[in-house]
């Protein structure tokens, strides 16, 4: 069973608009969520986190939303440029744990 | 910093063999995991270590796979003997442990078992 679910394998975006990716989770224990980015041939790398304790959290381009009482999170990429173009993972986990629990991942396509 | 080293990085071996996949973690980073990516399964999470002692290996399959960290420098996953089924990305990710959920992870290993 998956605590983290992506439920949308892949998506495509315009280049310039807004890519919204999301994230439900079932595990009301988790307080800590984090999204990773990944491209082809390399590993996953941190992107963005929001702690249970704020409903958003912004650096830059990106932009995490938490709803805690939906189980749910999203993240919005804007404007899209063509280096987003990758696999997004939605990760959790609980406090004073040092486990991560991935999702499956969406692949992001930027459209030229 | 090199980060995370993982080595090799493709593996192409045949059932029955043994296989093992080495990882050196971030210097000063005293959490180190190992996961598997499948299509099918995403990214799983398969044992992670901290100060070198093993704390949650509930994600490895089966007996088959066995991990060490003999040191704070150097981890392997093996599989013995390999199946077709183990065919995989291997990554190995390490954490500071400083309070920071963020983990590091190296390049993979992508294991293709004939």
């Known amino acids: 069973d998956q605590q983290v679910k992506q439920n949308s394998p892949s998506l495509s975006v315009q280049e310039g608009r807004i890519s919204i990716l999301n994230c439900d989770y079932t595990?009301?224990?988790?307080?800590?969520f984090l999204w990773y980015k990944k491209y082809p041939a390399e590993g996953p790398t941190f992107l963005i986190s929001?702690?249970?304790?704020?409903d958003k959290n912004e650096d830059g381009r990106f932009t995490v939303f938490l709803n805690k009482s939906a189980k749910h999170l999203s993240l919005h990429i804007v404007p899209s440029q063509p280096g987003d173009s990758a696999v997004y993972f939605c990760?959790?986990?609980?406090?004073?744990?040092?486990?991560?629990?991935f999702g499956k991942g969406t692949r992001l396509h930027i459209l030229p | 910093d090199a980060g995370v080293i993982q080595s090799p990085r493709h593996e192409v071996t045949e059932m029955g063999q043994e296989v093992t996949l080495r990882c050196k973690p971030i210097?000063?980073?005293?959490?180190l995991f190992w996961y598997r990516q499948t299509m099918m399964r995403g990214l799983e999470l398969l044992i992670y270590?901290?100060?070198?002692?093993?704390?949650?290996d509930s994600g490895m399959p089966e007996d088959r796979f066995s991990a060490k960290m003999p040191n704070a420098s150097f981890s392997t996953l093996k599989i013995q003997p390999s199946e077709p089924r183990d065919s995989a990305v291997y990554f190995c990710?390490?954490?500071?442990?400083?309070?920071?959920?963020?983990?590091?992870f190296g390049p993979g290993t992508r294991l293709t078992v004939t």
């Open positions: 990760a959790a986990s609980e406090d004073r744990d040092d486990k991560i629990i």
């Open positions: 595990n009301s224990m988790f307080d800590y």
């Open positions: 929001i702690s249970s304790i704020k």
């Open positions: 210097s000063g980073h005293n959490s």
């Open positions: 270590f901290n100060n070198n002692v093993p704390i949650d």
């Open positions: 990710a390490s954490n500071p442990r400083d309070g920071s959920y963020e983990q590091y």
